[in-house]
């Protein structure tokens, strides 16, 4: 019996000046396929890649890997970026923050 191998949509946003949420939010909504109306806000994107369902390309892929600089929104110690930075756990989504 052959054993299924997880499909991975990565989206590598290094060298990408990701100042703050909004910066995140234009840079992610291309590459994941985010329809208009999504919410820019942490919650819709943990909807997003935990729950799906609101994006045809992120559902298309087992797992979303987003790997990005340890600069701006992800070296920040705020509730923002922690919110953002957690919204990620889960099996079906990894952050990699490359220092």
């Not at 949420?21 to 234009?26: A, C, H, K």
């Not at 840079?27 to 799906?52: K, N, S, Y």
């Amino acid at each position: 019996m052959a054993e299924k191998t997880e499909s991975e949509l990565v989206v590598d946003l290094r060298g990408q000046s990701i100042e703050t949420l909004d910066d995140f939010w234009d840079a992610v909504t291309g590459p994941c396929g985010l329809p208009e109306w999504f919410g820019r806000t942490t919650d819709a994107w943990r909807d997003t890649i935990q729950t799906r369902g609101i994006s045809e390309v992120i559902d298309r892929y087992d797992i979303l890997v987003v790997h990005v600089d340890k600069r701006g929104v992800f070296a920040a110690r705020n509730r923002e970026a922690r919110a953002l930075r957690s919204s990620f756990a889960g099996r079906q989504s990894r952050l990699v923050v490359h220092g």
